[in-house]
């Protein structure tokens, strides 16, 4: 019994030191916004920002077979006050889709369906859906100067509708659905 104990004992410790040593690829897989700036011009203040892990390899298959994936970016303006009354002064969404063009073999990245923008890899087309830069988080005439602020974003995948019929061919669409956690970035007008 006592030698039992023993191995299960070192067992353990074997699998505690692998699982520091040799962190889990889904943990380091999950998506999530890098390279958080804010910054301002005369009329109004910019968000940059940049998500990593946002596209898995189901995604992949999916958006060549021609399904269009869409992320959208919750930007929300809070005025700091106390740390129960911070006042909401602006929010909006920004909505990315890619979308694969089969016949001319051409990826198209569009902004608030605005005329897409045409990459001919999926590498420099991932990139633009990933990058965030220059995004208008509000007006500079919405903020006092001397007052506190922050931005609090995160950016969701769309749920995938297809017909019925692909459904079933597509089971591993409903897989890839994801939301990021919020991101808080401070500044002062």
């Not at 353990?12 to 999950?30: G, Q």
């Not at 073999?105 to 220059?134: C, H, R, W, Y």
């Not at 931005?151 to 897989?175: A, G, N, T, Y």
Request: with cysteine; proline share 5%.
């Amino acid at each position: 019994m006592k030698k039992m104990k023993n191995k299960v004992g070192i067992a353990l410790i074997f699998l505690l030191i692998v699982s520091i040593c040799f962190p889990s690829n889904a943990c380091a897989r999950d998506p999530r916004i890098k390279d958080i700036l804010i910054t301002n011009d005369m009329e109004n203040v910019f968000l940059y920002a940049r998500l990593v892990n946002g596209f898995k390899p189901e995604m992949e298959l999916a958006i060549l077979a021609g399904i269009p994936t869409v992320f959208t970016m919750s930007i929300e303006v809070y005025e700091e006050r106390t740390p129960l009354w911070d006042k909401k002064i602006a929010s909006r969404e920004i909505k990315r889709t890619i979308k694969y063009d089969n016949l001319k073999k051409t990826f198209g990245v569009s902004t608030n369906k605005a005329e897409p923008e045409i990459f001919p890899d999926l590498e420099s087309a991932q990139k633009a859906m990933s990058d965030f830069n220059g995004v208008a988080a509000i007006p500079m005439s919405s903020l006092r100067k001397g007052t506190r602020y922050y931005v609090m974003i995160k950016i969701k995948m769309d749920k995938v509708r297809l017909p019925l019929s692909l459904e079933h061919v597509f089971v591993f669409v409903s897989l890839w659905d994801f939301e990021t956690s919020w991101y808080r970035q401070k500044f002062t007008y």
